[in-house]
């Protein structure tokens, strides 16, 4: 069985019921929940063993982290407890024309004070396959540009795969700070995903002729975009997902892998949206889950694009899809009749 | 008032709250319901006297089950207590390009090991107009085929009409087994209702030039399944109900009436769906209605599907809409405005 | 900082949880609501200070609803307390062709049995700069046909703005009732809101070359009615919303606000419905906002379309939004994209 | 099978969960209720046919009501349609030393306002064994003195025995109507059932030596209060129930039957909590059924006091116990151990 | 790190929420449980290796039941996929005098019908120190008394320590099946938990002196049933949990561990009930961990019945306590004051 | 009417429901309090005047704790906006022998973090007539023990009386800590509030012959306590809580006031908990309005201590009860009876 190591920070998502606004609830559903962990899900999900690093508090909050990851078959044994806090996130889900709103608490999170010694890095990479991260983790600041650094080096050392999605955060840091640590680490970077806006806030690197907000989307833009990563990180692939935002009910979805000078779009699907937060990792999840199966980039991308399509319509970051339905979309299944 | 008897099987229907799927629930909601249950309780919501004849434990499972049926009205006095479990189904909402998903516990269920002796049908029609059962009925095995035949027997030489939802499950049954029996109780009904799938799995009568799965409808082909299930079995009325699935959350939803060589077809609705299981069921409600009320075939068949169009926007099986409510909708008031 | 005072009924709305009926129904959720608290809130959201000025019983049914007023900013300080009982409604959500429903149980509500003699209505104006009521007032019956007649008086002797919602409710007056009462109070009103509806069931006023049921709006029509109910009454300003009912889950929605023989047409937006109960309300806090703000016709049409657009995406009568997310829709950031 | 007809009012009853307070609510629990409805539920419950005499208005909240009986069996074929409202009350638990809390808003309920003329006594009274009232429905006002004492000479003439709760409540009116109303009405009563404060309340007749806060109880003065009742209005039997309020969350409950100058106590329980409300309306349902069963005073008055002793434990108003387990209680044994 | 393997059935639970009868319940809270399991999460909860042998459908029904172990760190890598259905058991929370309910629906569960050719017991004991298992797994019928038979034998030859919880269920099997086949499996058994009824309906050795219901424990009686069980079984020790049940809402615990011709025994727990299923198996959950981890038998018993006294305090079957929340209470600290 | 300006954290409470522990919980119930607001709450449910003085960030989150004490009538005017998070603690709610259990995570909170330039003490304190503060507020480091002595000393100046409950919290100070900066603050202090615990904590002043855990009292230790503080710090009154904590679900409950060498005592309660947490609150908010309603000491002793006797029958922190309730119950009223 293919082991994939995956390494960020996982946060306790707090959420109203329903579409109540934060001002209005009294209650919050919790979940936990964070870029690398969602993909990390998405692979058990597949049947693939998967392991989540990061740090988390002693206490109860930090262990009902822990439950959630081990409830979903992710290994949890590389895990550090330790520091003081879980990072919190707030999530508000929006409809129609009322966008998603996400309050961030996350600040001085015991990963986010996390030393570069506490880490053995080839311990962790022992008969894994492949190393899974976002820039959301070096993003968090403190030491973590060195220790993702370190990592991205042990990995490669050990002969890992490694892939990284750019997933810019904007509160985390600035556009000149990402930059400069990212262009350090995407050297190593096999399988770079990315969505339009990340590359340009990342790396300068702009997608041509999009309209975010219409979500017209043109697929010469995506490919320039892609074609600058490789050429100038020296990424084998680099995945980009493609979103239509018609409102926060309905968007457009589809996704394009690129790899030696060619581009494979995936089918776009409109998805009527059941919860959005975790779309873009459960892409990653698809594709990793993808290409250590050894798909071809066609049937790759359209794994990867049906996966995320289908997390839309479920409440959660986390994306509870099975090998077989994820198929059955990609297949051209889009019926949703009922399954007896 | 005009009485109609159903008899088949009533399960507990477990879902989890909302969109979330099995393995994310911890809290289920429970109703109780069965295709012939819900056109009981479909009956009694448009003021007609509806019995329910079945067979539950007599433990506080199945008197839950009976009580769900009371609180609407269907008269429970013929059903039968004894047998150790009531059936259970697991069912979970789909949305967008995520399909429904149902579970099915009911083996050996008290009336799947009923006896043919515990049921006196002459004493259990007196008084009645008509009789209406489902395919799923025989489906379960033991000594039903034997039961519902000597039912039909028994209602036709009491001058009830009979109606029957050919509602073919696979789970149950195998296309072979399903059409070996219902071969020999089709020929006692008056009135046959299915969708283009059940004639097809049941009896091999197929509608020509059809594909379920992108939605698109040929009169044609319905025309030609219900002139061979007329042919066949001598059926006064055939009624196929015609859905579009576009997907798990929007489906098109239509039906045709056929008799006397003529088909009526209603309008077709484009149903935002809130839960879609039982939605064949209210059609058979609302048809059974409409012809016990003397109306003609159009006005029939429009009022069937209006009935049914508007299940699709109510939690759990039962269809919970009034004769005024269904007529609006079968008038062409299709916009929702707020009733004050 | 501008002060408007509200003046109406408070009632406890009651509604099932999600899009159960009220017959499924065991629980119910409890929020406090009425047309112009609804405005004051909307009021108090975009930073301004508005009061609401009613009567409640003096017990924790009626502290409910003043509590619920204050938790967002809403001043209560000028309401009375006595009577037996508080207003209620139960609100049933409807969903794709099935209708909302609403059933009243406001009779003999403390307000409605209120007195003329405790209002003292210059000094509840002291300070205040507009005075917003709705044609629902008056139509409680007893006295209060004369008391908002008193408050006209005494808020256009004060220099106050007021602003009027015909708000035509045919289970609490006749039209001929509603014509007699209105046609004494309208002529105090600087700005009067309405829709399509109220105008012809009020005044006979009509607009011509609209199918409310099919969503068509003829501009020319909205214009006459402006025109007619600005000669008849002086009104400086008149609002119209127009809804396109599609079904009970999408609307269009837009409006005009005509004045000076000029009409201004907001865009027209395609609502997906989370709620649509207070939407009218909601953009009636938009309008008066803006005028108090000084924004010209175009951009005040836009703000109070924006803002009940939006509030058809929020659960509850009470629309929570902000300046700037109403700004921001105006704007024509239509996407919904997640706000991180 | 013994039939019994209850008469009275059915209310919704709207609690908040848990244990919060009405201000801290925004959700509350429906169930529909009233003290002959209760005692309705409880005879079903025990195997016997009861119907419900009522009026509720023809709405989905009428229906509502009308539903939550049939749910438990109780026959609703006797009741009217008409009306504008359904009475509610609005109750509050208490714990430990706070006292549980009701807020009646039942004025111009459907019942309340209902005629003479709507019910013809002797049809209603077909078939029956026992009539059974409280003396909350005379206190309703208007014709129901009326409709009350028509009802008791009807059941009188066609020799059916009948029953009444005093159940005084000073919110509906003073003593002196009490007093004077059911002194025309008690002389047709065979069972009188009362606590210690409603003979008092209403006729004047005190316990002596009981203090009802401290929940020290004197049997002499229990029988002094039964024979008094005897004495003056010629009540064949009188039974009283004995509540030691030790706080809002623990109770002491004990009963006592009076008949031809012998008095039998019950055994004294102890009882935690749950919900109170409907304690006193299940005495009557068990003491009924024991009655009507034959069973003697001593042990009828065991039955009664063991199946309200139960009802404590048990959510809203209806007592949800089969005879099995009053039976089983009454025999001794309290130890609460898990039935598998 | 101990490991330990338990092997038994795991179920579905549902119940009511709060304190809602079965029949008032539209809704039911889900989890997963059995005897061995619970006893498996109790280990994991005090830092042991515990893994749980069982089968399960390969549903997502059975897959929620694995992930509900993972979560709390039990080893589900030796469980078997396949089967029907997953058992279910419906639990009813007692309170004051009204007992707890308990309805089974487990017949021909997965693990119910496994075959023996399934288990390959020296593998599954490979590198473990302890095995448990209960009387309720023989019991349900087919070749798991074969198979228990086998799973000791392996156990013993590869010097495991062997536990059985007597646990007699009278729905599964009759007294003299339980105690025909038991008497052929615990003497393999080295640690041996009863209650005084297991001991008296499985194998006839009755406590004398103790009535059940009233809660008065005999120290003799307790001494002399362990006695019996050693001497018969050659038990090494023999552990007796002593419930006296004042009502469903309190009841006294404690506990004695006999060894050696030597009985000792815990303090008397006096526990208000929050949840008391899962009770017997915290007790064992304890105990093993107490001995495994070397305590003398009055520590072992101390802690295993302060562990089961707090499990009462615990919604659910598992036991989520901690070691050291667990010797805190041994330790005399009763109190319950708020932990900051 | 009086004015009382209270000072402090609000932190959002997060806790489990029912009695879930945290790592159960996937649903948290969500308030705003702290020690001081609790105190501003109680006050204003009084009918006095309280204002709560803090910052909380400019989002959503710091909003809702401003929405939920304006709710109950806190004036809120005087809070400033600005910071990155709002404190956050967990809660979990303990039964019979396990404790409730709480988890902070509010480092780093907007108060914590607040300058003295952001208080104008004596603007703040314009037309007040009362200073309440605790321990806490000091004890959240950085400028915080600086600002609490400029607003004593802005109070002192401005006449208003000064009340401080000691509440030592160790996870955010040392005992040492504490000792040095509070014997700076409290010589301001004219009402000193605290329990046996925090007397000694903070300055070493124990009361004899108490054992916390078995809640034994001692009257002369607690008069020996309150005779210390009042001569080493000038204090004029020095009240003091008792609790005995019988278990997580039986507390005893009692207080004194000293003052002039003269201690009262009121009654001991013995409570049976829905939720503890905010009781000491309480009784600071009682007394406070007993001490500012002129009420001597045995009268002011006995309203506080009835007053947060009644606290722990209520859901979260806030005290939601009136004056007539509390006096009911200090009058000696402890019966719980329904109030109808």
Same mark, same amino acid.
Not at 52 to 70: M, T, W, Y
Not at 86 to 103: D, P
Not at 170 to 184: Q, Y
Not at 232 to 254: E, M, P, Q
């Given at each position: 069985?293919?082991?994939?190591?995956?390494?960020?920070?996982?946060?306790?998502?707090?959420?109203?019921?329903?579409?109540? /606004?934060?001002?209005? @609830?009294?209650? !919050?559903? +919790?979940? &936990?929940?964070?870029?690398?962990?969602?993909?990390?899900?998405?692979?058990?999900?597949?049947?693939?063993?998967?392991? !989540?690093?990061?740090?988390?508090?002693?206490?109860?909050?930090?262990?009902?982290?822990?439950? %959630?990851? $081990?409830?979903?078959?992710?290994?949890?044994? =590389?895990?550090?407890?330790?520091?003081? /806090?879980?990072?919190?996130? *707030?999530?508000?889900?929006?409809?129609?024309? $009322?966008?998603?709103?996400?309050?961030?608490? /996350?600040?001085?999170? @015991?990963?986010?004070?996390?030393? +570069?010694?506490? *880490?053995?890095?080839?311990?962790?990479?022992?008969?894994?396959?492949? *190393?899974?991260?976002?820039?959301?983790?070096?993003?968090?600041?403190?030491?973590?540009? +060195?220790?993702?650094?370190? #990592?991205?080096?042990?990995?490669?050392?050990?002969?890992?795969?490694?892939?990284?999605? =750019?997933? &810019?955060?904007?509160?985390?840091?600035?556009?000149? %700070?990402?930059?400069?640590?990212?262009?350090?680490?995407?050297?190593?970077?096999?399988?770079?995903?990315?969505? %339009?806006?990340? +590359?340009?806030?990342?790396?300068?690197?702009?997608?041509?002729?999009?309209?975010?907000?219409?979500?017209?989307?043109?697929?010469?833009? &995506?490919?320039?975009?892609?074609?600058?990563?490789?050429? /100038?990180?020296?990424?084998?692939?680099?995945?980009?997902?493609?979103?239509?935002?018609?409102?926060?009910?309905?968007?457009?979805?589809?996704?394009?892998?690129?790899?030696?000078?060619?581009?494979? !779009?995936?089918?776009?699907?409109?998805?009527?949206?059941?919860?959005?937060?975790?779309?873009?990792?459960?892409?990653?999840?698809?594709?990793? &889950?993808?290409?250590?199966?050894?798909?071809?980039?066609?049937? @790759?991308?359209?794994?990867?694009? @049906?996966?995320?399509?289908?997390?839309?319509?479920?409440?959660?970051? *986390?994306?509870?899809?099975?090998?077989?339905?994820?198929?059955? =979309?990609? #297949?051209?299944?889009?019926?949703?009749?009922?399954?007896?």
């Amino acid at each position: 069985m293919k082991r994939i190591i995956t390494f960020g920070e996982i946060m306790m998502r707090l959420n109203p019921e329903g579409y109540l /606004r934060f001002v209005q @609830a009294d209650k !919050f559903e +919790a979940t &936990y929940a964070g870029g690398e962990a969602n993909v990390a899900v998405s692979l058990c999900n597949y049947g693939m063993d998967a392991a !989540f690093v990061s740090k988390v508090p002693a206490h109860e909050i930090g262990q009902a982290a822990v439950n %959630e990851l $081990r409830r979903y078959g992710v290994d949890t044994s =590389l895990m550090i407890r330790g520091g003081d /806090r879980l990072g919190i996130y *707030f999530a508000e889900k929006g409809a129609s024309q $009322r966008a998603s709103k996400v309050i961030y608490d /996350r600040a001085n999170s @015991a990963i986010s004070l996390a030393k +570069a010694s506490e *880490f053995d890095w080839e311990k962790i990479f022992a008969g894994a396959d492949w *190393f899974h991260w976002t820039g959301i983790t070096p993003a968090l600041g403190g030491e973590l540009p +060195a220790i993702c650094l370190e #990592a991205c080096k042990a990995a490669k050392k050990l002969g890992l795969t490694i892939s990284c999605d =750019l997933n &810019y955060r904007k509160k985390l840091w600035t556009r000149e %700070e990402a930059g400069k640590v990212m262009a350090e680490l995407v050297p190593y970077v096999d399988v770079c995903i990315a969505n %339009e806006e990340d +590359a340009k806030d990342v790396f300068g690197i702009a997608a041509t002729d999009t309209d975010l907000n219409t979500g017209k989307l043109s697929h010469e833009g &995506y490919i320039s975009v892609a074609k600058q990563l490789t050429e /100038r990180f020296g990424c084998k692939k680099v995945a980009i997902t493609l979103r239509g935002s018609i409102s926060a009910s309905d968007n457009d979805w589809a996704g394009m892998l690129y790899s030696d000078g060619k581009a494979s !779009f995936s089918p776009t699907y409109r998805v009527h949206i059941v919860d959005r937060v975790g779309g873009g990792d459960s892409f990653g999840g698809g594709l990793i &889950y993808a290409l250590l199966s050894g798909y071809d980039d066609q049937k @790759a991308i359209n794994f990867a694009v @049906a996966a995320s399509c289908l997390k839309h319509s479920i409440d959660h970051d *986390f994306n509870m899809m099975s090998v077989s339905e994820v198929e059955s =979309l990609a #297949a051209g299944n889009t019926s949703g009749r009922v399954q007896r």
